[in-house]
């Protein structure tokens, strides 16, 4: 299990809890590695209100826990980039650029998504990979419906994906909203040669490392929301 699962359960916890049900959550106590991750990650917290652990008798799982957020800070990424530099040497202007285009889609959220929990955003170093994935989780309206009432020539949530990847697109809820979060996100993962994928609505975006094409899908069921994931090798 990775950021991923808890992103998702977190996602799907808030949004019962903010419609006042109590959502309950089974997690797995083997094997042993699972277990502590569940801890870590605080997903424990959320299926018992225990509090989470620091814990650390698995030295190689490495965490940054689950952390809903209703508002966008400027220090809200460090965990994350922290987490990369601890494996993998990165200059100062990488580093601030993966910085910034994790806030702009944190921003991103908070802006346009109307998700009524706000996000989720929970990462982790995978050793037996010697990888670090990230991944941010709304229940909002998604792309496509954010989108259209500003750029009605955008048909379908393949083409908001596009649009988005591609940049200057923007529901412009804000004034000085550029339209630039996702696609520079995009494109500094790439760089960093890692892998990224996007769910929102009834599509899928994917980019899959090794210089392959960006990959465009309909999935057979709809995504209540927007997921963001990225993955990015430390060697």
């Known amino acids: 299990m990775g950021p991923i699962a808890a992103a998702v359960f977190g996602a799907v916890y808030y949004l019962g809890e903010s419609k006042g049900q109590r959502p309950r959550i089974v997690l797995p106590k083997s094997p042993p590695e699972l277990d502590h991750f569940c801890e ?4 424990k917290f959320l299926a018992s209100q ?20 209703e ?4 220090n809200q990424s460090d965990p994350v980039v922290h987490l990369v530099r601890r494996h993998r040497e990165i200059s100062e202007d990488t580093e ?3 910085r910034i285009c994790i806030n ?7 802006d346009h998504s109307k998700s009524v929990f706000g996000g989720v955003m929970c990462s982790r170093y995978m ?10 989780v709304d229940h909002g309206k998604g792309i496509f419906e954010t989108l259209h009432p500003a750029h009605p020539e955008i048909g379908n949530s393949i083409e908001a994906l596009r649009a988005v990847i591609r940049g200057r697109y923007s529901a412009k809820s804000r004034e000085n909203n550029m339209g630039l979060g996702i696609s520079n996100l995009w494109g500094v993962v790439r760089e960093l040669e890692g892998r990224i994928a996007i769910m929102s609505g009834g599509a899928r975006a994917r980019y899959t490392g090794g210089g392959t094409s960006d990959s465009f899908e309909t999935l057979e069921f709809s995504f209540p929301g ?3 994931w990225f993955s ?4």
Do not use: K
């Open 40 to 43: 870590v990650s605080g997903l």
């Open 50 to 69: 225990s509090p989470a652990s620091s814990n650390t008798d698995c030295p190689d799982l490495e965490v940054v826990a689950l952390e809903r957020f």
């Open 71 to 74: 508002e966008s800070r400027w």
């Open 96 to 98: 601030d650029y993966l």
């Open 104 to 110: 702009e889609v944190v921003q991103n959220v908070i």
């Open 127 to 136: 050793s037996n990979r010697d990888r670090v994935h990230v991944a941010i």
């Open 226 to 228: 927007t997921f963001v």
């Open 232 to 235: 990015l090798p430390m060697a």
